[in-house]
C-alpha cells in the first residue's frame, strides 16, 4: 500500500499558520517521492482524490455525496470548493494585466514603499569626477493600504446537492470566482483612477465628456512618457467607440476580431473591456510600475461548515488591497461619469 493511501486526513490541516491544505499535505506527503511513477504529475491533493476514487470533472465526474463516504474523505471538500473557486478567479481575471507585483502577507496591517523622484532627478544628469551622485529616496507611505474582503455565502442543503455531479457543481463554484475577480478588478481600478490616501486622481488627458478618437489614443500616448503605455481599460460604450474607428477598421484587423474575438490592439496597448466600469474614457498604464496588489491569503472557506455540516451556510472570501505605485505611470482620457 502506498504511503498516499495510509495518510490520516482532518479538518485540523485547514488551520495550520500560513500554509494551505495541500501545503500541508505536500509537507506530509511529497510529490517529489513520486517521480518516475504512475502518479508523477499529480499533487498531493491529487493523489488524495485518486485515493477515495473521487472525480472531480469530465463526463464521469461522481456525485457531490462521494466526498462524504468517509471522514477522510470529507476533509478534501473544502479544497475542492477553494480550487474551483480560484479556477473562476483566473479565468475571469485581468489584473495580471493591470498589476505590477502581487505581495502576500500573513497580516491586517501593511505600507507599501514610495519613491517619486523629481523631473530633474530622472534625468540622471552626467556627475563631475568628485561630486555627489544623485539619489533616490525610498520610504514607506504614511497610510495602510485598505484591504477588501470579498465573497460569496454559499447557501444549499446536502440534501438538495448530494446527487449532483460534481462536474457541474464545479460551473456554479467558478461563478462566485469570476464574481470575486471582478470585484477585486473594480477596487483596483478605483485606485488607479481616484488614488489612494498617499496618492492623488490620476491626470485626465483630454476634455471631459469628448468622445475617444484616434487623436486622443496618441495624446493618452504622449502625456504617459516616460511611462509606456501598455495597458488600457474601457467601458462597453468606449470599447465600441475605439473599435468601430477608422484607424481600428483596417481588414487585418477586423480579421483578427472576427476570426478570434480578440480585440485590437491601439498603439501596441493591451485593450481590456470592463462591462462594470460606470465612466466614459480610458484608463491608461504602464502596468510594470502602476499598481501592487496586496493579498492577505488566497481563497479561504469555511471548513468547519463544510466538513461537519456538510454545506448549509458556508463563506468562501478573499481578502485584497491595492496601492499606486508611481503616480504618473497611469493616466485617464475624457475620463467622466455617465449620466
Known amino acids: 500500500m502506498a504511503f498516499y493511501e495510509t495518510l490520516k486526513l482532518e479538518k485540523g490541516m485547514y488551520s495550520a499558520p500560513g500554509k494551505s491544505f495541500t501545503q500541508t499535505l505536500e509537507e506530509l506527503d511529497s510529490s517529489e517521492n513520486y517521480r518516475g511513477t504512475p502518479l508523477e504529475g499529480l499533487d498531493a491533493y491529487q493523489r488524495q482524490l485518486k485515493r477515495f476514487q473521487i472525480h472531480v470533472s469530465g463526463p464521469g465526474s461522481d456525485p457531490v455525496e462521494k466526498f462524504f463516504q468517509t471522514s477522510d474523505s470529507a476533509a478534501l471538500f473544502p479544497e475542492y470548493v477553494t480550487r474551483a473557486v480560484r479556477q473562476g478567479m483566473e479565468q475571469a481575471d485581468v489584473l495580471p494585466n493591470v498589476v505590477a507585483t502581487v505581495t502576500n502577507i500573513t497580516g491586517m496591517d501593511y505600507r507599501t514603499l514610495t519613491s517619486e523622484p523629481s523631473d530633474e532627478d530622472k534625468a540622471l544628469k552626467p556627475v563631475a569626477e568628485g561630486a555627489a551622485i544623485p539619489q533616490t529616496t525610498v520610504t514607506t507611505k504614511d497610510h495602510l493600504v485598505h484591504l477588501h ?125 470592463v462591462p462594470s466600469l460606470t465612466a466614459k474614457g480610458v484608463i491608461g498604464l504602464d502596468k510594470t510600475c502602476a499598481l501592487e496588489m496586496v493579498q492577505a491569503g488566497g481563497v479561504t472557506t469555511d471548513y468547519d461548515k463544510l466538513i461537519d455540516r456538510q454545506l448549509e451556510r458556508a463563506a468562501i472570501s478573499t481578502i485584497a488591497g491595492f496601492a499606486k505605485i508611481f503616480d504618473g505611470a497611469v493616466k485617464t482620457l475624457c475620463y467622466q461619469e455617465q449620466e
Open 149 to 273: 474582503k470579498r465573497g460569496r455565502l454559499l447557501v444549499a442543503s446536502y440534501e438538495a446537492l448530494r446527487f449532483q455531479k460534481l462536474d457541474l457543481f464545479t460551473v456554479t463554484l467558478r461563478q462566485i470566482g469570476a464574481y470575486i475577480a471582478r470585484a477585486q478588478l473594480n477596487d483596483a481600478i478605483d485606485v488607479l483612477v481616484n488614488g489612494d490616501e498617499d496618492s492623488g486622481a490620476a491626470t485626465n488627458i483630454g476634455t471631459a465628456g469628448d468622445e475617444v478618437d484616434y487623436t486622443g489614443l496618441v495624446s493618452l500616448w504622449g502625456g504617459l512618457a516616460p511611462y509606456q503605455l501598455n495597458t488600457m481599460m474601457a467601458s462597453t460604450a468606449t470599447m465600441q467607440q475605439i473599435l468601430a474607428l477608422s484607424e481600428m477598421c483596417d481588414a487585418q484587423a477586423g480579421l483578427n476580431f472576427q476570426g478570434t474575438g480578440k480585440m485590437v490592439t491601439p498603439l501596441g496597448a493591451t485593450l481590456l473591456h
